[in-house]
């Protein structure tokens, strides 16, 4: 006696059924930028990510990425200054606005 395969569905799972492309398309044009906050040490050519954001039309969520500290500001270069506030006694540092493409 052979074993049978396992049956598998060939459809893929990452497809909107067919009632709700609408709303897969709606939830992609809304969706926020996705930026993050780097500091970068050129003296060394050292660096680290601090922060992860979303901008979305009327503001940008970001959070730190040790946990500790999250905001809310009217954009992301105004969150960019925060974090540059936070980093001022850090000596040599330049802090970056980088925009990430999915």
């Known amino acids: 006696m052979q074993a049978h395969p396992?049956?598998?569905?060939?459809?893929?799972?990452n497809l909107p059924a067919p009632q709700s492309w609408w709303l897969a398309t709606l939830a992609a044009e809304d969706a926020p930028q996705l930026f993050a906050i780097a500091h970068e040490y050129p003296e060394t050519q050292e660096g680290w990510v601090a922060a992860y954001g979303m901008a979305?039309?009327?503001?940008?969520?970001?959070?730190?990425?040790?946990?500790?500290?999250?905001?809310?500001?009217?954009?992301?270069?105004?969150?960019?200054?925060?974090?540059?506030?936070?980093?001022?006694?850090?000596?040599?540092?330049?802090?970056?606005?980088?925009?990430?493409?999915?």
């Open 6 to 13: 396992p049956t598998t569905d060939p459809t893929p799972t």
């Open 56 to 102: 979305f039309e009327d503001r940008a969520e970001v959070a730190s990425t040790d946990g500790d500290f999250r905001t809310c500001s009217a954009s992301p270069e105004s969150a960019l200054t925060t974090f540059t506030r936070l980093a001022q006694d850090e000596k040599g540092v330049k802090l970056h606005l980088i925009w990430l493409t999915t």
